[in-house]
DNA sequence: ATGAAAGCGCTAACAC
DNA sequence: GTGTTAGCGCTTTCAT
C-alpha cells in the first residue's frame, strides 16, 4: 500500500479531467462549468484529496501565513495582543505562527522561515529585534513585509502600532497625585526598551506638571520580569527615606515587589501606594487588586494585522498608529 | 531593476559551475571539492542568495520545522513547556511554531499546515484535538507525526510525554492531611479533561487510603481559569457547612478563589488551607505565597520534542512517559 | 470551458 | 567530484 497523498492528477484522472481543470475548479469555481465543477468535487472526495499549500505558495509566490515574534512567551500581557492578531488573521484566511525571540538563534531562524516565502511578513512584539532582520525586512520590493506592534524601533521606516504609553503614564502618577502623593518613585523596564523609556518619560513630565520632584534614589532599574521587582523591593526596604508611592512600569514587577515588601511586613496599600502598567489577568485578583493602567491589547493586535495586511499588498501605511490607554482603578494606591 | 531573488542557478552561473553543484555544496560541503565549495561560498555572497525553504521542502519532503498546540496561550505555563520544547528543537535545527487551537477554524487551519508538508508534525498541549487532526494524524506510514505533551487524548496509538498528575493530587493531599486536615474540598478542572480526571482521581486515592469522606458538595466545579476560581469562590462562601481546606485543579483558579474570599473577609490560610497545582511563575509572589504541585515544565518540553523526533524518524516510541512532579511548600496551606 | 505544456526553485538519481 | 536530467505538486499562460 503506497499510500502516497493524492494529487491534484489523481483527482484529474478520477474526474476524467486535466489537472489544470482541477486546480481551475477549485481556485476559481466560475471559471469551471457547473457539471465539471461537481465531478471534480466528487472526485475530491473520493481521493480525500487536499491541497499542497507548499506546492501551491512555491507557485503563487505568497503563503497565507505571518509569524508573530515575542519577547517573551511567558509574559501573559502578549497573549491577548496575539489573540487580537488571530482573529483579524483569521478573518482574512492567514495562519498565525508565533514565535519567541529569545532561544538562541530564535530570530534568526525565523527571518529565514520568512525570506524563504514560508510566511509572508512577521508581525514584531518585540522592538530590539537582531540588526539582520531588521536590515533583511522592512519593505522595499520583494523584502518581507514587517510591522511593529506594542515595541517599535526608531528610525527605520517600519510602520507601528502602539499604545500611548507616556500618556498611560501620566494618567498614573495623575492618579497617585490626585490622592495627595507628592513623594512618588519609579520602577523602571529594561534599559534600551523604547517602553521603559516612554513610560519614564510619561512619569516624569506628570512630575513636572506638578513641580514634583524626581528623586534619583526612587528611580529604581528593573526588567519587567517578577524577579527583578523582588530584587527592586529589597533595594527599597533599604532606602533612607522612602516615597509614599511608586508607578511601576509593568504589573509583574509590581507583583514581586509588593510580595517581597509584605515578606518584610510592609503592607501596600496601607504603606505605600501602587500603581503598575498593563492590566494583566491576575491584576485584579492579585491581593490587593492592583491599580493599573489597560491597554486594548485586542484591538492592537487587531490594527496590527491590519498594517500588515496593507503594506504586504502594497498599500501606503500610516508609519504611526496610537491607540489609548486607560486607569483602572482598584485598591493599591491610597490617598496619602 | 529586476531585483529578483536569485536562485541556485544565478549562484551557479557566477560560480560556474551546475546548479547541482551549488546545492551539493551547501548542503552537503563533505561532498564538493574544497576549490569548489570556495567558489560557491563567494558567489553566494555575492548574489546575497537565500535557498529558498519552500522549494527545498517540496522535494526533501520534510521541513525542520513543527508546529505546537496550545489550548490557551495566555495560561503562563504552557510558556516553560514551550520553552522547553525550543531549546530541543533548536539544537536539532528546527524551528517551532506556535498556535493556538482555540481561534475559530485555528486547529483545522494548523492540520492543514502539516498536512500540506509546512511542518514536520506536531506536539500538541491540547487533549481534545478536533476528530479531524486525531484522524489525519496519528502515525501511519505518511501521517503527520503526533505527539501529546502535558494532556493526552486515551485510547489513539498516540505517544505521549505527560507529568504524574495522579501523584502530584496525592501528594497535595497528603500534605493536607499531614497538617491534620480532614475535611478536604476540591476544584475541578473542567468537565472531559484528562488532567481534571487524572487530579481528582488523585485526590479520591489519598482521601481513601486515609479513609476521609469526599462530600460532594465540597467538589467544585471549574474550568481552570480565574474567573471559574472566583465563581467557585462565590460557591463555597455559601455552603452551610464548609471544610478546613481545599487542593485546586490548578493555581490560576486558587487566585481568583482566595482573591473572593478575601474581598469577603475570609482569608488564606487563616480560615482555610489552599493547595494547588502547576506553580506557575506568580505563585511564589502571590499574597499569600500558594503551596502548590511542581511539574517539571521545561524537561517535558525536550522529551516531548525527543520523542517527536524519534517517531517522526520512525522509530518506536515508549507509548506513555511520566515525569514525577513534587509538592512545593509555601504560606496558604497551615496546620489545622 | 477545457487541455497541453511550461515552470516556480530546488535536490536526488544517474551518468561520467 | 561534477554535470545532466528529471521531477516534487501546483498554477498559469497559451492554445483550442
Not at 507548499?54 to 501573559?76: D, E, K
Not at 508607578?247 to 504603606?271: T, Y
Amino acid at each position: 500500500m503506497p499510500n502516497r497523498q493524492p494529487t491534484v492528477r489523481d483527482v484529474a484522472q478520477a474526474a476524467g479531467v486535466s489537472a489544470a481543470t482541477v486546480s481551475r475548479a477549485l481556485s476559481f469555481p466560475d471559471k469551471v462549468s457547473e457539471a465539471t465543477r461537481l465531478k471534480v468535487l466528487r472526485a475530491v472526495e473520493e481521493t480525500g484529496y487536499v491541497v499542497n499549500q507548499l506546492a501551491r505558495n512555491l507557485r503563487r509566490r505568497t503563503t497565507s501565513a505571518i509569524v508573530v515574534l515575542v519577547p517573551n512567551l511567558g509574559n501573559q500581557f502578549f497573549s491577548h495582543i496575539i489573540a487580537g492578531i488571530e482573529s483579524a488573521a483569521s478573518r482574512a484566511g492567514y495562519t498565525v505562527l508565533v514565535s519567541d525571540t529569545r532561544p538562541p538563534g530564535g530570530g534568526e531562524m525565523l527571518m529565514d522561515f520568512v525570506r524563504n516565502n514560508r510566511a509572508d511578513g512577521l508581525i514584531s512584539l518585540d522592538g530590539n529585534l537582531p540588526g539582520s532582520i531588521l536590515s533583511s525586512a522592512s519593505g522595499g520590493r520583494g523584502r518581507p513585509t514587517l510591522v511593529f506592534a506594542c515595541e517599535w524601533h526608531d528610525g527605520l521606516g517600519v510602520p507601528s502600532v502602539r499604545f500611548d504609553n507616556e500618556g498611560g503614564a501620566e494618567l498614573a502618577v495623575e492618579h497617585l497625585v490626585s490622592l495627595g502623593h507628592s513623594r512618588i518613585g519609579h520602577l523602571l523596564g529594561p534599559p534600551g526598551n523604547v517602553l521603559t523609556d516612554a513610560r519614564f518619560a510619561g512619569y516624569r513630565r506628570a512630575m513636572a506638571r506638578h513641580g514634583l520632584p524626581v528623586r534619583e534614589d526612587w528611580i529604581l532599574q528593573g526588567d519587567f520580569t517578577l524577579e527583578s521587582g523582588v530584587q527592586a523591593g529589597r533595594e527599597w526596604l533599604e532606602l533612607a527615606e522612602r516615597p509614599g508611592a511608586m508607578f511601576f512600569a509593568n504589573d509583574e514587577m509590581a507583583f514581586g515587589f509588593i510580595s517581597e515588601l509584605h515578606g518584610k511586613g510592609v503592607e501596600v496599600p496601607r504603606d505605600l501606594s501602587v500603581v503598575a502598567f498593563d492590566d494583566i489577568d491576575i491584576a485584579e485578583r492579585y491581593i490587593p487588586a492592583l491599580t493599573t493602567v489597560r491597554q486594548p491589547r485586542h484591538e492592537i493586535g487587531e490594527a496590527a494585522f491590519a498594517t500588515f495586511l496593507k503594506a504586504f499588498n502594497g498599500a501606503t501605511t500610516e508609519l504611526v498608529r496610537t491607540l489609548p490607554a486607560t486607569l483602572i482603578v482598584r485598591d493599591s494606591a491610597r490617598p496619602a
